[in-house]
């Protein structure tokens, strides 16, 4: 199936859940809806990320095991525009916060699936520069803040462990360019700032393309 079509189905069921609110949402710290989070992934998530949270695909990243308050911020930061993506710009758009928050929720509950490196001379680089960053250009450890199993570390330093390099490649590329990190006013003019998508914008921007290659490698097999 092409992904036009793919994200047009998917929209689909989006705006088809709204249309139908059957669950009565109360503000202020609820639990979080696991009935509608599993819901939601059955229509549109899974598709792209797994029912599971295990994606097929170097495009899509995994969810599964990934901090829930950082998967419900990223979700926000989607639907705001604060960090650019066309396709999660679509998938976020209809959901609220507390679906935001269950999905979260469901996909930490998840169980990882471990990677491995497929080339283990790059990979061996990138370990150094995971463990010791790089003294020269002053580029801190990646295990610093996100662990050295890279499990990361609740609630800001999201999980890294196992993801596909060509998305975590993509995503360091995206700190730099300015897909994350930024600024944006929301509907009522009010500044939002990805206060922690500046943090690691500030590490990405050391890094030479090929310590991104390589790291990203890296970290594909860390578990
Ligand atoms: C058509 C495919 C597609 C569908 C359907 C989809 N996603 Fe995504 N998702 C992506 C892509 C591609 C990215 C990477 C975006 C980027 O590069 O910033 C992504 C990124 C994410 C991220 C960021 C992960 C991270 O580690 O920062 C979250 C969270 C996410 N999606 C959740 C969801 C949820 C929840 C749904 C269902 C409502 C969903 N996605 C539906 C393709 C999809
Ligand atoms: C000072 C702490 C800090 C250090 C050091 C750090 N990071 Fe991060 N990193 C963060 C924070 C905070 C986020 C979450 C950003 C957000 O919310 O958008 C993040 C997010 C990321 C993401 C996005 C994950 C996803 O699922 O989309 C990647 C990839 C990443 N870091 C890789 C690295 C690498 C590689 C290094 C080492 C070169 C590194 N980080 C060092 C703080 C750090």
């Known amino acids: 199936m092409n992904r036009g079509w793919l994200l047009a189905i998917a929209v689909g069921h989006v705006l088809a859940l709204t249309a139908h609110p059957g669950v009565a949402q109360n503000a202020g710290p ?60 679509a998938m976020s758009a209809a959901l609220s916060p507390e679906d935001a928050r269950a999905l979260g929720a469901y996909f930490a509950d998840k169980k990882p699936k471990p990677g491995a490196a497929k080339d283990k001379a790059l990979a061996e680089i990138g370990q150094k520069i995971y463990r010791g960053g790089n003294s020269r250009t002053g580029l801190p450890a990646c295990a610093s803040c996100h662990s050295p199993t890279g499990a990361g570390m609740p609630a800001q330093y ?24 930024g600024e944006i006013k929301n509907a009522s003019g009010k500044l939002v700032e990805d206060v922690q998508g500046k943090v690691m914008a500030t590490v990405a921007a050391k890094m030479s393309d090929r310590e991104m290659k390589a790291v990203a490698e890296y970290i594909s097999g860390l578990r």
């Not at 989070?37 to 599971?52: F, M, P, S």
């Not at 695909?57 to 979700?75: F, I, K, R, T, V």
């Not at 993801?163 to 995206?174: E, I, N, P, R, V």
């Open 158 to 181: 999201p999980r890294l462990a196992g993801q596909y390099a060509d998305y975590t490649y993509a995503q360091l590329q995206g700190f730099v360019k300015g897909d994350r990190g």
């Open 30 to 89: 609820a639990k979080p809806d696991l009935a509608r989070a599993q819901q939601i992934v059955t229509q549109v998530c899974a598709a792209c990320h797994g029912a599971e949270g295990v994606s097929v695909a170097a495009a899509n990243p995994h969810l599964a095991g990934q901090h829930p308050e950082y998967m419900a911020l990223q979700l926000e930061h989607f639907k705001l525009g604060l960090r650019k993506n066309p396709v999660m710009a």
